[in-house]
Nanobody, 125 residues
């Protein structure tokens, strides 16, 4: 059974940086697209970034583009999201997901077992 586990969230001051990690266990994910979503209090879950299995397709939501980098290490079954220059509006629970849409406007929603439980990012102003 595949398991997706995020880590790396925490409290950071505005302008700071965080590196979130997502480890997949239960199968090798080198043929899986990977992505990050986030959900702020009182808001819908939204696309943050996604990377195809080969790394040839990478997309970011406009809210984080230029401040974020998605990376993957297939040898470690891990995908990362580096977010710099954090803003108070970046406060959210960040979720890792397997095989998401690769664009911000993709309508497909992966099934529940492909999502992690999330890691919380809080940004103080």
């Amino acid at each position: 059974q595949v398991q997706v586990a995020e880590s790396g969230g925490g409290l950071v001051q505005a302008g700071g940086s965080l590196r979130l990690s997502c480890e997949v266990s239960g199968r090798t994910f080198n043929r899986d697209d990977m992505g990050w979503y986030r959900q702020a209090p009182g808001k819908k879950r939204e696309f943050v970034a996604a990377m195809s299995w080969s790394g040839s397709i990478i997309n970011y939501h406009g809210n984080v583009k230029g401040r974020s980098t998605i990376l993957r290490d297939n040898a470690k079954n891990t995908v990362y999201l580096q977010v710099n220059n954090l803003r108070p509006e970046d406060k959210a629970i960040y979720f890792c997901v397997m095989n998401p849409p690769l664009t911000p406007n993709g309508a497909y929603i992966p099934s529940d077992e492909l999502w992690g439980r999330g890691t919380t990012v809080t940004v103080s102003s």
